[in-house]
């Protein structure tokens, strides 16, 4: 009787525990995602800060003397 108890506690507990894996698991699959489209943003608004400095150098020294930088 005493055992039966013990055991049914334990089986409790591991499916509490298996739940909750299961949880962490999803949650973490979520995560990744979020982060992933959040990564995506942040190297949009880098290319986007590239682009923004390449022109506003084209304007200020014109296109023949940024040739002229670059070499």
Do not use: C, P
């Not at 739940?19 to 489209?37: F, P, V, Y």
């Not at 022109?55 to 930088?69: A, Q, R, Y």
């Amino acid at each position: 009787m005493i055992m039966e108890k013990r055991l049914t506690k334990v089986e409790r507990t591991i499916d509490l525990l298996d739940h909750r894996i299961t949880e962490n698991e999803d949650q973490s699959d979520l995560l990744e995602t979020r982060l992933a489209t959040i990564e995506k943003s942040l190297l949009s608004i880098k290319h986007t800060i590239y682009g923004a400095a390449g022109i506003l150098i084209l304007m200020e020294f014109g296109i023949l003397e940024t040739l002229n930088l670059i070499k």
